[in-house]
């Protein structure tokens, strides 16, 4: 993984070091968020919550500024005719 990271252009968005896996006592920052150099721009906080989450891993959550342009594509063969 550490090969796959070197060689891309990605860049760890994870900021401060709270820890992201809780398990049997255990405090582990494992998680990691990977984005393109140029997302950097738009990137504007990253935070483990305290709140629960039911499962070993934290929550991760993270916000973006700027536009992002949607488009919205209809596949009628995705469609479920049935639910009609």
Same mark, same amino acid.
């Given at each position: 993984?550490?090969?796959?990271?070197?060689?891309?252009?990605?860049?760890?968005?994870?900021?401060?070091? /709270?820890? $992201?896996?809780? =398990?049997? +006592?255990? &405090? %582990?920052?494992? /998680?990691? $968020?990977?984005? =393109?150099? +140029?997302? &950097? %721009?738009?990137?504007?906080?990253?935070?483990?919550?305290?709140?629960?989450?039911?499962?070993?891993?934290?929550?991760?959550?993270?916000?973006?500024?700027?536009?992002?342009?949607?488009?919205?594509?209809?596949?009628?063969?995705?469609?479920?005719?049935?639910?009609?």
């Amino acid at each position: 993984m550490l090969e796959l990271f070197l060689n891309s252009s990605m860049e760890i968005l994870n900021q401060g070091n /709270d820890p $992201t896996y809780y =398990s049997a +006592g255990r &405090l %582990e920052v494992i /998680d990691i $968020t990977l984005g =393109s150099f +140029g997302l &950097l %721009e738009s990137f504007k906080s990253w935070e483990v919550p305290s709140e629960p989450s039911l499962l070993d891993h934290r929550h991760i959550l993270f916000s973006l500024v700027g536009s992002v342009l949607v488009c919205l594509i209809r596949n009628p063969r995705g469609t479920n005719w049935d639910s009609f």
